[in-house]
């Protein structure tokens, strides 16, 4: 996935249930895999509830 196309990271945001903002800090610190950010989101979530 790329942190420069909008789309890409704003369809993602709402896949994942976050910001478009934490998805570009997700793509910063773990790279465009789509299964690494999806794993990375899905624990951010988790943290977030808790």
């Known amino acids: 996935m790329s942190a420069d196309e909008d789309y890409e990271?704003?369809?993602?945001?709402k896949q994942v249930g976050l910001t478009t903002q934490q998805v570009g800090e997700l793509i910063r610190k773990h790279g465009n895999d789509r299964k690494t950010l999806e794993?990375?989101?899905?624990?951010l979530g988790k943290r977030r509830v808790v």
Do not use: M
């Not at 990271?9 to 945001?13: D, L, M, N, Q, T």
């Not at 794993?39 to 624990?43: G, T, V």
């Open 9 to 13: 990271v704003e369809y993602f945001a």
């Open 39 to 43: 794993r990375e989101a899905k624990a």
